[in-house]
């Protein structure tokens, strides 16, 4: 079955603790992005890849970082969490950045 | 002024009934369009495309796009319950160099059985 996974998909930490969220896609697709989803908001993209070690800021990139090391894998990361990274989060992968498949979502609490 | 902009609702139709959503985006290149739907708590689903102008159908959903005029819309004909949900206006916006998604807040859609 053609899918995005994420993991985890419910996360509650601390200020300042370290945390990675995966995402993997076994569609062979090129690009792979990661996305916020705020009330009121919508959602905003947080970084995207347009190949293996090809990476690019979207609209709000501070406070993450990513990788992609592996088509297939594209992890966010975390380093120092603050309580306004509270949010739900999406991956999503596509042949060209346009019609975007997405995984189902990451509920981050940051305390 | 926001790049994609849609009436977040909530909107209201009769079970049976036609649901119009509409949205307008600024970057006048803009060349790729899409509509997604998102049930609470899930994610967002892709449910159309369009690329030209005119209408595109697909089942009881019909997309219009007019870039002259920086719209696009989305029909529901024969609207059910199970219709209801945020619908997410997308555009891939090149103003950027790189080929990105740029999303509406999103029209809450109820139907009313």
């Known amino acids: 079955e053609a899918q995005v996974t994420q993991n985890p998909r419910y996360l509650i930490t601390v200020t300042g603790k370290k945390l990675t969220v995966t995402c993997s896609q076994n569609?062979?697709?090129?690009?792979m992005s990661w996305y916020r989803q705020d009330p009121g908001l919508g959602l905003r993209q947080i970084y995207y890849?347009?190949?293996?070690?090809?990476?690019d800021k979207g609209d709000v990139p501070e406070g993450y970082k990513v990788s992609r090391k592996e088509k297939r894998n594209f992890p966010l990361i975390l380093e120092s969490p603050s309580p306004n990274q509270t949010s739900l989060y999406f991956c999503?992968?596509?042949?060209?950045?346009?019609?975007?498949?997405f995984g189902p979502g990451t509920r981050l609490t940051v305390l | 002024q926001k790049e994609v902009e849609q009436n977040s609702g909530p909107l209201s139709v009769p079970e049976g009934a036609i649901a119009s959503l509409n949205c307008t985006y600024s970057?006048?290149?803009?060349?790729?369009f899409f509509w997604y739907r998102q049930y609470s708590g899930k994610s967002p689903e892709l449910i159309m495309s369009?690329?030209?102008?005119g209408d595109k159908e697909d089942g009881r959903f019909t997309a219009q796009l007019n870039k002259a005029s920086q719209y696009v819309s989305l029909l529901i004909r024969d609207s059910q319950p199970s219709d209801s949900a945020t619908y997410l206006c997308a555009v891939n916006m090149i103003q950027t160099g790189a080929n990105n998604l740029f999303f509406g807040t999103g029209t809450r859609l109820t139907v009313i059985p």
């Open positions: 369009i690329y030209s102008n």
């Open positions: 999503a992968s596509s042949y060209s950045g346009d019609e975007q498949f």
């Open positions: 890849s347009m190949n293996v070690e090809v990476t």
């Open positions: 970057d006048r290149g803009s060349q790729s």
């Open positions: 569609m062979n697709h090129e690009y």
